[in-house]
């Protein structure tokens, strides 16, 4: 039996990869439509706050300086007792997957409302399409979180628990969490712990939506999973039954 996969909001992938080293223009995810031999990159082509491109070469070049004596004294500075900029338990950083600059206003009215105003929320710009959202509560930043996929327009925001020993502009981004749903399983299948299984190819299975017993209800199977945004999205996966012996 073939299990047919569907993104909620109606992701579509058509085969096509999430990731590489390109961006398709007008792309998204959870309403993605993306075109043939297009694919959605974490750290674009070019893109100076990325992880990767611009910044990596920047490393390298430094790491190849030979520096001076003067240059290589360092200066000693008492920062046992500083303060971080802002409480690591209520942001995350965020980056839009765009292939043209959004200022940071733009992303901020296109958040705030969907996030649904809450109290104490500022947008810190960080880079190309890179942002730092501070919450007033840990409770409104994870769930946030939690409900994504976000867009701005048809562009997917990806997100990071801040960490305030890493700069927003050197971290990675490597997958996206999504609400998918399983459709056309025989109902002896509808449990969590078949979903497990039957979920694992699409990528990190985080939760399944079950009653006590561990039984899933409805017409689908209610599942969230971090899938990789440099692989393509599945779309079905093809299931064997033992018991009868045939897919």
Not at 175 to 184: D, G, K, Y
Request: hydrophobic fraction near 40%.
């Amino acid at each position: 039996m073939a299990a047919e996969i569907r993104s909620e909001g109606g992701l579509q992938d058509d085969g096509v990869g999430l990731g590489a080293n390109q961006m398709g223009g007008g792309v998204s995810l959870e309403s993605l439509q993306s075109g043939k031999g297009k694919t959605l990159d974490a750290t674009m082509a070019g893109d100076g706050a990325g992880s990767s491109g611009t910044g990596d070469q920047m490393e390298q070049m430094m790491s190849q300086l030979r520096l001076t004596t003067a240059e290589a004294t360092a200066v000693v500075i008492d920062d046992v007792d500083d303060l971080t900029l802002i409480d690591p338990d209520r942001a995350f950083v965020g980056k839009v997957l765009a292939p043209n600059v959004l200022h940071i206003e733009t992303i901020k009215s296109a958040m705030r409302p969907a996030w649904g105003n809450p109290k104490g929320l500022i947008f810190n710009p960080a880079g190309r399409n890179l942002f730092v959202a501070e919450f007033g509560s840990q409770a409104d930043r994870d769930r946030v979180m939690e409900g994504s996929p976000w867009m701005v327009g048809k562009h997917a925001v990806l997100m990071k628990k801040y960490d305030d020993e890493v700069p927003p502009t050197e971290v990675k981004f490597e997958s996206l969490a999504i609400w998918a749903r399983i459709l056309a399983l025989p109902s002896r299948l509808m449990r969590s712990e078949r979903g497990l299984e039957i979920a694992k190819p699409i990528g990190n299975v985080k939760k399944i939506e079950a009653d006590v017993l561990g039984r899933c209800w409805g017409p689908y199977m209610r599942i969230r999973v971090e899938v990789d945004i440099h692989a393509p999205l599945m779309r079905f996966v093809t299931v064997f039954s033992s018991h009868l012996q045939m897919t």
